[in-house]
Each structure stands twice: as structure tokens, then as C-alpha cells.
């Protein structure tokens, strides 16, 4: 069974601080892995599609990687704005629907 | 370019009454989704629409549950009657590509209590 575990659950940095957020995955074959920001009450909102291992994308201060078995997205010197849920989903070969993860609560402090 | 749109925004209705939710994906975007999420869980699929056929529905009772995409553009997610655990965020997505990969872009949800 196609499964997306992340952790940690929740994360509280200083500003500045930089860290990274982990999401494993198991699936038969992968199709793509995709990172999404949730800020609340709103809907996720899509930063980053990877689609091989050893792939890398970035954005700002975020920087998506990608392995066999897992994904990273590291944060560096994040500001207080980067505050939000980031959820990780996977889609697997042959398959249309994507797989959520629960998501890590990402708090950065001023 | 507009996003999803989606509305109301908040409802609040008595158990075993009924409630529907719309949506109105990204112009030009044949697939549109259904999902459900509860607090501090990742979105659920419901149901997956190509155009106006559901493609994917093994997730949604149907018991109670109904949706339909008339002209393959709005769609409409019903309950019928609501109980007290479909409480939860119900969340449209559209996407631009219909089968391979799938980046989906969300609406903002419609926050759903029952009492």
C-alpha cells in the first residue's frame, strides 16, 4: 500500500535558524512527489514537483531534494512569514490519485 | 489568472440536515477534485472528475454523499444527511492535465460544522 509519512510533526525555529523537514515514501514505483505550503484556513498551495532521485528545485529560501525513499525540503534562514503546514504528496506510476502526508507545523520565530 | 473558487466559505448545519458545497476550478482546467481534511491530516480524496465523468469515486459513501459536474466545468459536492463526523475542511482542486502527473491547485476550502 502507497503510503507518505513526514516528520517531524511539528517544528518551532528562530528566525535564521535553517533546518529541514523529511517526508518518506513508499510506493510501487514513483511518478512524482510534491511539496505544498498550508497556511490556515486557506488551501494548499503547490511549490515543488520532483520526479527522479537525486532531483533538486528551489524557491526563495526553500530547497526540495529527492531519494529512493525519501524527500527533504529545507528551509534556510527562514522568516517569520514561512510559518505554515507543509504537506508532502506522492502519485505513483500508472496512478492519477496522490497520496497527502499528515503534514509538519512549521512555527518560525521573531 | 483566478484561482479555485469556492463557496461558502463557512457552514454550520443540525445533524441529518442537508448541505452542498460549490466549486469552480481554473479556467481551462479539465480535472477537478474532491477531497476531505480534518485537523492536522493531509487532504483525502473523494471523487476525481475528467471533464464531466467521474473518473474515481471509491472514496466517497455514496450512501450519503453525492457530487456532479454538469458541463464539466462547476461542481457541486452534496451530504445528505449530514452527521456529526463529516465535520471537517472539504477542499476542490483543479488540474490542467487530464491522467500522467498531477500538480493540483487548491481553492480555499469550505469549513463544514454539524451540531
Known amino acids: 500500500e502507497d503510503q507518505v509519512t513526514q516528520s517531524p510533526e511539528a517544528l518551532r525555529l528562530q528566525e535564521g535558524e535553517s533546518s529541514s523537514l523529511n517526508c518518506s515514501y513508499t510506493v510501487s514505483g514513483l511518478r512524482g512527489l510534491f511539496w505544498y505550503r498550508q497556511d490556515p484556513g486557506k488551501g494548499p498551495e503547490f511549490l515543488f514537483t520532483?520526479?527522479?532521485a537525486g532531483e533538486e528545485k528551489e524557491k526563495e529560501r526553500l530547497k526540495a531534494t529527492l531519494t529512493k525513499k525519501e524527500s527533504f525540503l529545507h528551509i534556510t534562514a527562514p522568516k517569520p512569514e514561512d510559518s505554515a503546514t507543509y504537506l508532502c504528496a506522492v502519485q505513483a506510476v500508472g496512478a492519477s490519485k496522490i497520496i497527502f502526508g499528515s503534514g509538519t507545523r512549521l512555527s518560525i520565530r521573531p | 489568472e483566478a484561482g479555485v473558487v469556492q463557496s461558502p466559505r463557512y457552514k454550520i448545519i443540525e445533524k441529518k440536515q442537508p448541505v452542498a458545497f460549490w466549486c469552480n476550478p481554473i479556467s481551462g482546467h479539465n480535472t477537478l477534485y474532491w477531497y476531505l481534511q480534518n485537523l492536522g491530516q493531509g487532504p483525502e480524496l473523494l471523487i476525481r472528475?475528467?471533464?464531466?465523468?467521474?473518473?474515481?469515486d471509491s472514496q466517497l459513501p455514496k450512501d450519503r454523499f453525492s457530487a456532479e459536474r454538469l458541463k464539466g466545468v462547476d461542481s457541486t459536492l452534496k451530504i445528505q444527511p449530514a452527521e456529526l463526523g463529516d465535520s471537517a475542511v472539504y477542499l476542490c482542486a483543479s488540474s490542467p492535465r487530464m491522467g500522467d502527473i498531477n500538480e493540483q491547485f487548491f481553492g480555499p476550502g469550505t469549513r463544514l460544522t454539524v451540531l
Open positions: 520532483l520526479y527522479s
Open positions: 472528475y475528467e471533464n464531466e465523468e467521474a473518473v474515481d
